[in-house]
């Protein structure tokens, strides 16, 4: 089963490239191997009960938002839309397509429980609801770039990661985090699939953790965070590529093991560990000099590390051996 879920390296990289057509590609091989039928009825069989639950009952206290937006975080350019930044989206929990947003609603996020684990002084379990209470919420406007070569600028509600992690208490020798999403194929429909190795992980290290800008996300445009935006709680790392973001975290975990990454366990040479933002190192398949501005239509060109140079700039000096920007 394992090397079946692991098979063409071809069709898992286009998929996150263009997904519209990874889903062909996924239609034409479950075909060729007579599993159409299979794969059908799985889908369908999708309990609507829970579909029912989930939107009943959000995860996240609306009297929290809209928080206090932080000045700091300022856009050289106009907010998205929410009407157009909430369905295009990328959520492969939930198929290949940018419009997933409708499957999304039976993500069900209430009850909500965080573990944290691996190198902390002692691991705990969390709910949700505790968590975006204890620590005080605030508005960022960032801007976020996909590694497809489009872009949008959101406003965030959350806090720093920095905080989360002082809140962990991990040990001195952690170094990386690993950031685990859910795995359960009765809410999420692609997760019946199996062209992907569930769950969706990312990974940082310690220092990328608590540079200022890397943010816990709970809520987006003034409000608890949407299901297709990775509700109940996600990251944003504006300087990385879109895919470093993981949505809908149920897991965090300290180690001084470096984590591999969803996309990179399918395509290291395309979606790398580091994966920051930069104009001149191209996809092997695209090039990465620009970006097209989803609320405007306009293509720009891309800025080193998105923009965000001046902060985060210094956590790559002497790795320059690494591939630090796929
Ligand atoms: N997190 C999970 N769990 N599953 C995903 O498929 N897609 C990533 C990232 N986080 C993804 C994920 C990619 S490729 C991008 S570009 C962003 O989420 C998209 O975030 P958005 O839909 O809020 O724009």
């Not at 990385?240 to 969803?262: A, H, L, Q």
Request: aromatic residues 14%; proline residues 7%.
């Amino acid at each position: 089963m394992v090397a079946i879920h692991r098979k063409p390296a071809w069709a898992i990289s286009e998929a996150l490239a263009t997904p519209e057509d990874a889903f062909l590609n996924r239609r034409t091989i479950l075909k060729a191997w007579g599993l159409g039928t299979l794969a059908a009825t799985a889908y369908a069989a999708l309990p609507k009960s829970a579909r029912a639950e989930g939107e009943r009952k959000p995860a996240g206290n609306p009297a929290l938002y809209p928080a206090k937006r932080n000045e700091a975080y300022k856009l050289d350019r106009s907010l998205t839309p929410e009407e157009i930044s909430s369905k295009y989206n990328n959520f492969y929990e939930f198929g290949g397509s940018k419009d997933i947003w409708t499957e999304a609603q039976t993500l069900i996020t209430n009850p909500w429980d965080i573990e944290i684990d691996g190198m902390v002084e002692k691991p705990f379990t969390i709910a949700f609801a505790d968590l975006e209470a204890k620590i005080p919420l605030e508005e960022r406007l960032y801007r976020h770039r996909c590694v497809e070569a489009w872009s949008m600028t959101v406003p965030w509600t959350g806090f720093s990661l920095a905080k989360l992690v002082e809140f962990a208490k991990p040990m001195a020798s952690a170094k990386y985090i690993r950031f685990e999403t859910f795995n359960d194929p009765s809410m999420a429909s692609g997760q019946n699939g199996f062209l992907y190795t569930w769950p969706y992980v990312e990974g940082v290290t310690m220092a990328e953790a608590v540079n200022e800008l890397a943010f816990v996300v709970t809520g987006v445009y003034g409000k608890p965070l949407l299901n297709q935006f990775g509700a109940p709680i996600r990251l944003a790392l504006p300087w990385k590529y879109g895919f470093k973001s993981v949505k809908s975290i149920r897991k965090i975990t300290f180690t001084d093991e470096r984590p591999v990454s969803f996309w990179e366990g399918l395509a290291s040479n395309e979606y790398g560990f580091w994966a920051n933002v930069n104009p001149e190192v191209a996809h092997p398949r695209w090039s990465q000099a620009q970006e097209r501005v989803l609320h405007t239509g306009e293509t720009v060109p891309t800025l080193l590390f998105n923009g965000y140079g001046e902060q985060v700039a210094s956590l790559y000096e002497g790795l320059e051996s690494e591939p630090l920007y796929r």
